[in-house]
């Protein structure tokens, strides 16, 4: 849709365009054709005051999104216009939310809107409203994530004890967790940090044993674990749940529509099955001194080594995670170290893996160098 095709922008400021259906059918024109707008004042003001006015959550949701993509001087006007209804009192605490939501949304654009977006996140009472509460509890794990929203444990924590939001904030307590965890200065806190993040997302389990996004991010949070797990169990049978629970994911799960910047793509989950099959190669090997097939392992090990996913947007890389493990190994092992040196002699210069055999070689030696290996666990 053109300005043309709505009448053009003298037509548009005499309607009441920013209290209907099609605020944001206009919102997205006006953005589209912002740059042939020779006044932006009086439209800017009308956009604020559609974002302060409009009752349809949906079209404020559609509304924000296209006024993203305008320059970011412009943002002030929408971001006061959002947080006076985070706070009005006779709002609906839906509309509440979706305001807090449109303020996440210019904060990810422009952080220096992060403040008033975590302002509103905290101003919010939980317990207000049994369909609102979980929306607030996904955007408060987003501000923690991209933001380093202080109160985000907290307030999860809280929200958690309400049966209304209770799996939604277990949940996202326990990939908040997962964060910190991968935040941390050594493997110990590391480790302890993603073993509470696993208890948090078993109890999310069962909250609501019917969500299939909760019971994947638990089964990869225990296959990661198991790497370092004294057990050293099998991890064959959370491969094959992973699997099974991504391809169904992959074929029926999807955001509600405008929702889609919240979710990660259904098909995220289904790029960790390879790595949790390499995992599972590699789980009870690197406490050996050498392997029989040492090329068929350094495979898997090479592809862990170069693992840089999340496990949703904004959460630090688990690579955070395994390149120390798998450094510590090979410095500790010398005939590891060996195997390392041999498959790089053998590789031809343009195996797929060949720099990340190369860049853990250089660690290695680098680590060797200042300090005593490690001991084995």
Not at 12 to 25: A, C, E, I, Q, R
Not at 163 to 172: D, G, N, P, R, W
Not at 218 to 244: A, F, G, M, P, Y
Not at 327 to 352: N, T
Request: glycine share 4%; aromatic share 8%; proline share 5%.
């Amino acid at each position: 849709m053109t300005i043309t095709a709505l009448g053009g922008i003298d037509s548009l400021l005499k309607s009441d365009f920013h209290t209907t259906s099609t605020f944001g059918v206009v919102s997205a024109a006006i953005s589209n054709e912002w740059s042939t707008i020779s006044d932006h004042g009086p439209m800017l003001e009308r956009l604020a005051d559609g974002l302060k006015l409009n009752a349809d959550r949906l079209v404020l949701r559609e509304s924000v999104q296209a006024l993203q993509s305008l320059p970011q001087d412009t943002f002030r006007m929408f971001v006061l216009a959002l947080e006076g209804r985070t706070r009005d009192a006779s709002e609906h605490p839906l509309m509440q939310a979706e305001a807090s939501a449109g303020l996440v949304r210019f904060a990810l654009v422009d952080h220096r809107w992060s403040v008033n977006a975590c302002a509103a996140l905290q101003a919010y009472e939980p317990g207000t409203d049994p369909l609102a509460d979980p929306m607030y509890c996904r955007l408060v794990s987003v501000a923690h994530d991209f933001f380093d929203f202080t109160y985000a444990v907290s307030l999860l924590e809280e929200f958690a004890k309400l049966q209304t939001s209770a799996a939604q904030a277990k949940l996202e307590r326990g990939l908040v967790e997962v964060s910190l965890a991968l935040s941390s200065a050594s493997l110990p806190d590391i480790e302890q940090r993603l073993a509470e993040a696993e208890r948090w997302l078993a109890r999310a389990v069962e909250a609501d044993d019917e969500r299939r996004d909760t019971r994947s991010y638990h089964l990869l949070v225990k296959s990661i674990l198991s790497l370092q797990s004294s057990e050293k169990s099998d991890l064959s049978q959370l491969v094959d749940e992973l699997r099974t629970e991504a391809f169904v994911g992959d074929l029926w799960d999807r955001p509600s529509p405008g929702m889609e910047w919240l979710v990660s793509p259904s098909y995220s989950l289904s790029a960790w099955v390879p790595v949790v099959e390499s995992l599972g190669h590699i789980a009870n090997q690197l406490s050996k001194p050498s392997w029989l097939d040492a090329s068929g392992v350094l495979e898997h090990v090479h592809h862990l080594y170069s693992v840089s996913r999340s496990v949703r947007p904004g959460s630090p890389s688990l690579g955070m995670y395994f390149k120390p493990i798998i450094e510590s190994a090979f410095v500790r092992e010398f005939g590891l170290a060996a195997h390392l040196r041999d498959w790089l002699d053998a590789a031809p210069p343009d195996h797929i893996r060949r720099q990340d055999a190369e860049r853990l070689q250089a660690n290695v030696e680098r680590y060797s160098k200042d300090h005593d290996p490690p001991k084995k666990l």
